[in-house]
């Protein structure tokens, strides 16, 4: 077989060129307004996240989630709701990276795998505080330009095209098989 460059086009695409995935557990102390006798409730909401190419084998993944933490104070005979904002940055490792990218302007998508999630909430040792363990999971992908190779067939002619069985010409047979009057019938 021969290697013939004519025969070969390079075509310049979007591909996926680098992939990584990462599993996070963070630990979060928060401070109620007054001093917790039970957790009664956690759950986290509003998650926001965006993501950026760091270094040529690394995606940064900046966000925030509110924690609600629904507790008992004042010896189980009331309750509140404190609610926390809380920022992160992960740094995910990319697995993958094709060095071929023609140029450095890249697109990241971060996809969630597992939202973040409590875990476990507790009452820290001395009483005053909430501990909050959180988990999330991250899978991101950087998109570049590329180049790839395709062969062509040297010996194709664009008029073969109507050659390979594509006939749409209406035979005799399927033509009296049409209704003309189908337009007036009412149903």
Not at 32 to 39: A, G, L, Y
Not at 120 to 133: F, H
Request: proline residues 3%; glycine residues 4%; charged residues 35%.
């Amino acid at each position: 077989m021969t290697f013939l460059e004519k025969d070969y086009r390079e075509i310049i695409t979007k591909a996926v060129c680098g992939k990584g995935r990462k599993f996070t557990q963070a630990s979060h102390t928060i401070a109620p307004s007054h001093r917790p006798s039970s957790i009664l409730g956690c759950w986290v909401i509003n998650h926001l996240y965006n993501a950026k190419k760091k270094s040529d084998d690394e995606v940064e993944v900046n966000g925030s989630y509110d924690i609600n933490i629904w507790y008992s104070y004042n010896d189980n005979t009331k309750t509140e709701v404190v609610t926390e904002r809380v920022t992160y940055s992960d740094i995910i490792p990319l697995s993958v990276m094709d060095d071929n990218c023609i140029n450095d302007e890249y697109d990241v998508i971060a996809k969630v795998i597992q939202q973040p999630n409590c875990l476990e909430c507790k009452i820290a040792s001395k009483g005053q505080k909430i501990t909050v363990e959180i988990e999330r999971e991250f899978v991101v992908q950087v998109i570049g330009e590329t180049k790839i190779s395709v062969k062509v067939n040297p010996k194709w002619d664009k008029d073969d095209e109507d050659d390979e069985g594509w006939d749409f010409k209406l035979t005799d047979d399927e033509l009296s098989d049409v209704e003309a009057d189908f337009l007036n019938e009412k149903d």
